[in-house]
Structure formats: structure tokens, C-alpha cells
T-cell receptor, first 114, second 114 residues
Framework: EAQVTQNPRYLITVTGKKLTVTCSQNMNHEYMSWYRQDPGLGLRQIYYSMNVEVTDKGDVPEGYKVSRKEKRNFPLILESPSPNQTSLYFC?????????????FGPGTRLTVL | GDSVTQMEGPVTLSEEAFLTINCTYTATGYPSLFWYVQYPGEGLQLLLKATKADDKGSNKGFEATYRKETTSFHLEKGSVQVSDSAVYFCAPSPMDTGRRALTFGSGTRLQVQP
């Protein structure tokens, strides 16, 4: 089954404790990205990757890191989480960026930073 | 950069009522246009899309027409059901495959009452 998987689905952590949220897709997609969803602010892009070893900042990259060493994986790293990073996070992928290429979304990771 | 304006929610309707959710955008060139839907507790999924001017996307009774002259892509449904209760996101996607971030609308929550 074609899908985007994220782990963990729920995470409660404390300020300053490094964490990684994994994202994997099995569709051989080139484009992958991370979003955060906050009430009243909608969906905002954190980082995106056009292909392996090619990453770039989205609208809200501060406090986050990403890497794209393999085509299928795109982990999101919070080196020193803070309470303002409490949010619902989505990973997404598409074949490539361009005409008619829809985004496929993971189920989401709800992160709480105390 | 690209931007999207969606009508604010929540939109509360009775079952079988007519639905319109407005979406206007600014973008470089002529992007593809997408509507995504997020059901409670789930990630986003594609609802419908249109790839060029005057195209009409449709799915599950929803329709949206790509209006280049007004840069709009309003979502409509003639008779909503309780099961349509969800958050709806409008999103343009650039035509080219250069380095590009993606922009989503802020989302419109629809609540359909029996």
C-alpha cells in the first residue's frame, strides 16, 4: 500500500531534550516536506527537500533540522525543543513538484513540549 | 511569494444545505490548484484538483473551477452531509520543478448538523 508513515504518533517531552520524528514514504517520491499545524494558523511548511541531499527552508524553519540521506526517509530533528514547538506535525511527499502532483500526507505526530 | 486566502470558519450548515468555501491565491505563473480535506484525527488527503484555467475539479459531490481572471478556486457542494464535517485546505502548486516551498490556506472548518 502506497503510504507515508510517521513515528511516533504522539510524543510528550521536556524542554531541551533532543528528539527526532521519522518520516518514510514507499512511493519513490522526490519531493518531501514537513508542516506544522496550529489552531488559527493553518498549515505552515517547515522544511522541504527536492531530492536526496537537497533541502531548503520553508516558512517556519527556526528550531528545526532535517536531513535527506535516502530518498524514502526525511526525519525532522528538534535539537532543543521548546514549548512553542508544541504542535501537530505532518510529513508529506509527492512525485515531484510540478503540475498535477498532489501531496500525500502522513497521519501526523502530536508533539507536546513541557 | 505565493499566498492563499480562504474564508474563515467555522462554517456551520444543516444537512442538505449548499456549501461554498472561497479561496483566492497569488502565485507566480499559473499553478495547479488543489483542495485537500482533513477529517478528524487524520492527515490531509486530496479532495480535487485543477491544472489549468477553466478546468473543473470534482470528487464526492464537491466541485471547484479554476478561474484565472479572478485567481480563485472556490469549493462548492450542492447538498452537504454530516460526513463532510472536516477541515478544508486550498493550495496552489507551482508549475515548475525549481526549488519551491508550498503554501496552504489557513483551512476552513465545516460543521454539518443533522
Amino acid at each position: 500500500e502506497a503510504q507515508v508513515t510517521q513515528n511516533p504518533r504522539y510524543l510528550i517531552t521536556v524542554t531541551g531534550k533532543k528528539l527526532t520524528v521519522t518520516c518514510s514514504q514507499n512511493m519513490n517520491h522526490e519531493y518531501m516536506s514537513w508542516y506544522r499545524q496550529d489552531p488559527g494558523l493553518g498549515l505552515r511548511q517547515i522544511y522541504y527537500s527536492m531530492n536526496v541531499e537537497v533541502t531548503d527552508k520553508g516558512d517556519v524553519p527556526e528550531g528545526y533540522k532535517v536531513s535527506r540521506k535516502e530518498k524514502r526517509n526525511f526525519p525532522l530533528i528538534l535539537e532543543s525543543p521548546s514549548p512553542n514547538q508544541t504542535s501537530l506535525y505532518f510529513c508529506a511527499s509527492s512525485y515531484r513538484l510540478g503540475i498535477s502532483n498532489e501531496q500525500f500526507f502522513g497521519p501526523g505526530t502530536r508533539l507536546t513540549v513541557l | 511569494g505565493d499566498s492563499v486566502t480562504q474564508m474563515e470558519g467555522p462554517v456551520t450548515l444543516s444537512e442538505e444545505a449548499f456549501l461554498t468555501i472561497n479561496c483566492t491565491y497569488t502565485a507566480t505563473g499559473y499553478p495547479s490548484l488543489f483542495w485537500y480535506v482533513q477529517y478528524p484525527g487524520e492527515g490531509l488527503q486530496l479532495l480535487l484538483k485543477a491544472t489549468k484555467a477553466d478546468d473543473k475539479g470534482s470528487n464526492k459531490g464537491f466541485e471547484a473551477t479554476y478561474r484565472k481572471e479572478t485567481t480563485s478556486f472556490h469549493l462548492e457542494k450542492g447538498s452537504v452531509q454530516v460526513s463532510d464535517s472536516a477541515v478544508y485546505f486550498c493550495a496552489p502548486s507551482p508549475m515548475d520543478t525549481g526549488r519551491r516551498a508550498l503554501t496552504f490556506g489557513s483551512g476552513t472548518r465545516l460543521q454539518v448538523q443533522p
